[in-house]
């Protein structure tokens, strides 16, 4: 079905604001007290939004309000139209971070805020002390709409092979290895791909959504999940103990070492690299605020390589 043209000078841009209190309060009164709108101006926002879309948006159920079929679209929409709205208008020609006071909003797995988020907070810390950071949970569905995050961050972290089409900084490369439990009597001092088919695993999230797991599935391995969490950081405490194994990024492996009883082994096949990168929305490729981030994550990652060089 195609969508209907719409003359953007013709609207007025406060009702997106409206829509989203709406479908998000699902009440006219609280709505409106959460923009600061008296209930009756909020009633006729609501009027013109349906007249509008040709739909009801909110539908009376015995005493309450709900979504109908189109509000429940229009939610997720409109909460990723007034992030690329806010992200617009701050938009800067220059920035000084010294003097600046500002957040940035990157959404990020655990393991990329433990080796990599942390120094660059510690960057931001040191140069630029009016600015903050803040960390938000990677969502499952990151590939299947990755412009919808991206529209509502200011960058993702996260490496090639999951979303691509956007503009990215690259960060830092890192490699893969195995946990296996100290006690596991049924895994020698090295790791057998029969090992890896044999044994159940532990794995970040949907195991085939990492091109690691899928290169395993090249090499006829397919992983029996047995546990599926959404923290890297969690995956030594799950194998430890049992027969399970888990795949991990080798620098989280490393810093990890010693909190749960696991040894750290190698794969039993030349593992795909994994390139960690910064992905943003076109929309911020010349914001003077994000070419500062841009770059500073750049040049963070290129001090952790070159000491990891030494």
């Known amino acids: 079905m195609l969508e209907r043209a719409v003359n953007l000078a013709s609207l007025d841009l406060n009702l997106v604001v409206a829509l989203r209190a709406l479908l ?11 923009i600061g709108l008296s209930q009756p101006a909020m009633s006729a926002a609501l009027a013109k939004l349906r007249r509008h879309f040709d739909d009801e948006l909110l539908a009376r159920v015995g005493g309450h309000y709900e979504l109908t079929a189109l509000g429940e679209v ?29 957040e ?4 990020a797995t655990d393991y990329a805020v433990t080796v990599f988020g942390a120094d660059l907070a510690r960057a931001f810390d040191r140069e630029a002390p009016g600015i903050r950071v803040r960390f938000v949970q990677i969502p499952n569905g990151i590939s299947e709409e990755p412009g919808a995050l991206l529209s509502t961050v200011d960058g993702v972290i996260m490496p090639h092979g ?7 900084t690259e960060l830092f490369q890192d490699g893969w290895v195995f946990l296996v439990a100290e006690d596991n009597r049924e895994v020698g001092d090295h790791l057998t791909r029969d090992d ?10 949907r195991a085939y959504d990492s091109p690691a797991v ?10 029996r999940v047995d546990v599926s969490v959404d923290s890297f950081t969690t995956l030594p405490f799950l194998v430890a103990g049992t027969r399970r194994i888990a795949l991990i990024p080798a620098l989280l492996a490393e810093r990890l070492r010693g909190t749960a009883p696991v040894r750290i082994m190698k ?8 390139q ?35």
Request: net charge positive; charged share 25%; glycine share 4%.
């Open 24 to 34: 998000e309060e699902r009440n006219v009164t609280r709505a409106g007290r959460r």
């Open 74 to 102: 229009l939610l997720d929409r409109t909460m990723a139209a007034c992030g690329l709205l806010e992200r617009l208008f701050t938009s800067q020609a220059d920035f000084d971070p010294a003097a600046e006071s500002r």
């Open 104 to 107: 940035f909003t990157l959404a």
């Open 162 to 168: 999951i979303i691509s089409g956007f503009p990215a």
């Open 196 to 205: 890896a088919a044999r044994l159940p695993w532990v794995t970040y999230l």
């Open 214 to 223: 899928r290169q395993l599935g090249m090499l006829g391995i397919e992983p």
């Open 267 to 274: 794969p039993p096949y030349e593992s795909v690299p994994l």
């Open 276 to 310: 960690e990168a910064l992905w943003w929305h076109p929309l911020h490729t010349r914001d003077a605020a994000h070419i500062w981030l841009r770059e500073t994550a750049a040049r963070v990652a290129a001090a952790k390589k070159q000491q990891s060089i030494r």
